[in-house]
């Protein structure tokens, strides 16, 4: 096993990242307050429903 594990990000990586949050937060934005409540009540923050949104955008596999 090795330890190549590096955290930096490319220019282009972070790019996509940045650009993917963005989204998201448009997207929160747009949900309804009961929406965003029920979101808030299972992650405890809009940081960590807005990571989860992110992430659940991120593993989704990709549409046709």
Known sequence: MTDDFNP???EAQASVLIGTTEKMI???NR???DKQAALLARFGTEEN????LVT???VAPAKP
């Open 8 to 10: 930096t990000f490319s």
């Open 56 to 58: 659940t955008h991120l």
């Open 26 to 28: 448009e997207i929160w």
């Open 49 to 52: 429903a807005l990571a989860a």
């Open 31 to 33: 949900l309804s307050p």
